[in-house]
């Protein structure tokens, strides 16, 4: 009697486990349906947060890995990388084996290029390169391992490799995009190219400019030279020196003053010219 008992009480503690059970799995059901529903939507932000709820309510239940990597989206469409990032991560440490992963790796690499880690993002999308040559997103992390070189400024490199794209994916979306980096590229170039010669041209003005002040400064100290040459000689031959008013004294005043003053101008002038877009 006391056996039957026992089992009796068993069995209704087993079926109020499988009840609990069955009633958690579908309220994590109903709350993925309707973080399902938030992310179809657009409210990006939202839907994440009810995903990331799930995930850590539930994070061994049946929708944890589904719930993880919804979260990850939801937040990256939402432009909050760093979050999504740290959803990523736990994706891809926690279940190694779903058949998520590829995606998962692929998206590990264009938050890292969103949150401008490019020399991060460069070697994600090189190691998916390397795990998954015949996925669906190879063009794809092709594109953004040269976009990533790009960005670094490492152009010997990213050339080649948008160059490679138009080859090898003609008329995809992705050889479009590296042609209009390409132009870019060729645009940046020629700019550069531009700015190097309007430097060079405005150190050559600044050397002729440097020149005329030399010059200048040279016919001043010869006029100096040849006044006190004169003045000396005047007063070994014991000549007087020829008497000058105060209007022609205040005349040669002026003169000099004016002289001056348009050397000043002149150099301004040159200065405001050289910095002039």
Not at 141 to 149: I, N, V
Not at 150 to 171: C, H, M, S, T, V
Not at 179 to 193: D, F, I, P, S, T
Not at 209 to 222: D, F, P, S, V
Request: charged share 25%; glycine share 6%.
């Amino acid at each position: 009697m006391k056996k039957k008992f026992v089992i009796a009480c068993l069995f209704v503690c087993l079926n109020a486990g499988f009840l609990l059970y069955a009633q958690a799995n579908t309220a994590a059901l109903d709350e993925f349906g309707r973080a399902f529903d938030l992310f179809k939507r657009g409210d990006f932000q939202n839907a994440g947060a009810a995903f990331a709820y799930l995930y850590q309510t539930w994070p061994k239940g049946p929708l944890a890995a589904d719930s993880c990597f919804m979260a990850a989206q939801a937040y990256f469409n939402a432009g909050d990388y760093p979050t999504s990032y740290g959803f990523c991560e736990a994706f891809i440490q926690s279940y190694p084996g779903h058949p998520n992963i590829p995606d998962m790796e692929f998206q590990r690499g264009r938050i890292l290029f969103k949150m401008g880690r490019f020399k991060e993002a460069n070697s994600a999308f090189g190691a998916f390169l390397d795990r998954y040559p015949d996925n669906t997103l190879y063009p794809s992390a092709f594109f953004w391992k040269a976009e990533s070189f790009y960005q670094l400024g490492d152009i010997a490199q990213a050339l080649p490799l948008f160059n490679e794209i138009r080859e090898k994916w003609p008329g995809s979306d992705k050889a479009s995009l590296a042609a209009w980096r390409l132009n870019v590229m060729g645009l940046e170039a020629r700019e550069a190219k531009f700015s190097r010669l309007a430097a060079f041209e405005a150190g050559k003005n600044s050397t002729k400019e440097i020149a005329g002040m030399q010059k200048e400064a040279y016919r001043e100290q010869q006029y100096l030279r040849d006044y006190l040459l004169l003045k000396s000689l005047r007063a070994r031959a014991d000549f007087s020196e020829p008497t000058v008013s105060p209007n022609d004294r205040l005349n040669m005043l002026l003169d000099a003053k004016e002289r001056a003053l348009d050397l000043l101008i002149s150099v301004i002038n040159a200065y405001l010219k050289g910095i002039a877009p």
